[in-house]
């Protein structure tokens, strides 16, 4: 769980600020394991056919991928910075937190291709609304942060709450989406309220990298029947006196989200209070290697038909998509223990190519079966023919 952020407020300049620090930090500590463990997620039968809620915007669908930034925790040059960096890496997201004079920032998010879930920060009565009344006709808003952690049990908001909200977007900017962020916890009481909903999956180093895939599978039952677009909040941060994550394990989280179908993904965090992405290089440099990926895939994802496929393993899982009459086959080893003698039966396959030539690619087609040794942590992107 990161940071519960009221939407109408700020945070910058305030005395009850270290306070604030560091109780944030201790919550973050204590409740990264409770909270992936709420709602008893459990995983997509095998051999399924997955259907998700494409994101549109300006009459357009898109898939979705970049970093939040908790922009109060930084400095203005430090948001600014983080843009041009998130731009020139290929993401198409960014989720700041803005005032109503930061209409240069949109503006250059406009021009690296970079749109934005805005989280409204400014100190007064009517903040919330002088934000959305500023930016509510930019093309590369996608929309309005309404609640973060919306089912902490530590920062209790209501349905009743986060409605109010949602009402004061749209009576500003209908045409602009609504978002908030929280985990599987009585998911069921808040889906509905908005647009989009993002579903934090913070399991490392504490439990298995399957929690990300379990929770969205979870979450997705529950998404997908109400209309609402599905956001995996993926981590790439460290609560306090935690490692942070490994770019293997980044990569791993990202494709679960993928076969599991979600409309987008958001990486927790760039920058927050006790976090900066700027100091992890080599996991920086994976993240740009993901965008690029999921830039290649992007087609797929939206125009193609996702489904699972069985492995016969708990450990390891499969999805394939099938686009413009070539198929995509994604094998994802989810522990960190190698996986011996995998075969996989594709009896119509003749031909398999690694689709991104820089990453490891050990398997082999021998009579319509796919062999080899995977990985710890290994994933496996294949065009089949």
Request: charged content about 15%; hydrophobic content about 40%; aromatic content about 8%.
């Amino acid at each position: 769980m990161h940071q519960t952020l009221p939407v109408q407020r700020t945070m910058r300049n305030s005395f009850a600020w270290p306070i604030a620090l560091a109780c944030g930090a201790a919550l973050m500590a204590l409740l990264l394991i409770y909270q992936t463990r709420q709602g008893q997620p459990a995983t997509n039968p095998a051999n399924t056919m997955l259907s998700s809620t494409r994101i549109v915007l300006n009459g357009k669908k898109i898939f979705p991928i970049g970093l939040y930034h908790v922009s109060w925790a930084g400095t203005p040059q430090q948001k600014h910075d983080a843009l041009e960096k998130i731009g020139a890496a290929g993401f198409n997201l960014m989720h700041p937190a803005l005032d109503s004079n930061d209409m240069d920032f949109v503006k250059r998010a406009a021009e690296l291709g970079v749109n934005l879930i805005i989280e409204p920060n400014e100190p007064n009565g009517n903040g919330t609304r002088d934000v959305i009344e500023a930016f509510k006709d930019e093309p590369n808003v996608l929309g309005w942060l309404v609640a973060d952690d919306f089912n902490s049990e530590s920062h209790v908001k209501t349905p009743q709450t986060i409605q109010e909200q949602v009402d004061l977007v749209k009576s500003i900017a209908p045409n602009q989406h609504t978002y908030m962020s929280g985990n599987t916890r009585t998911l069921d009481a808040f889906v509905g309220l908005t647009d989009m909903i993002g579903i934090q999956t913070y399991s490392i180093p504490t439990e298995a990298l399957s929690v990300t895939d379990q929770m969205l599978s979870y979450s997705l039952t529950h998404t997908a029947p109400n209309n609402v677009s599905l956001i995996a909040n993926l981590q790439s941060w460290s609560a306090t006196n935690r490692r942070a994550p490994r770019p293997d394990e980044v990569r791993n989280i990202t494709y679960q989200a993928l076969i599991n179908g979600v409309d987008g993904i958001l990486y927790y965090t760039y920058l927050d209070p006790t976090w900066n992405l700027e100091d992890h290089p080599k996991l920086w440099a994976e993240l740009t290697r993901i965008a690029s990926e999921v830039q290649v895939l992007t087609p797929a994802i939206l125009n193609g038909t996702l489904r699972t496929i069985d492995s016969g393993l708990p450990e390891v899982r499969i999805g394939q998509w099938s686009y413009n009459e070539q198929r995509y086959v994604v094998i994802i080893n989810m522990t960190s223990n190698p996986v011996t003698k995998f075969s996989l039966e594709l009896p119509e396959v003749t031909q398999i190519t690694p689709l991104f030539e820089d990453r490891p690619t050990p398997l082999t087609l021998v009579n319509g079966v796919i062999v080899g040794n995977l990985g710890p942590t290994s994933v496996y992107v294949y065009l089949v023919e």
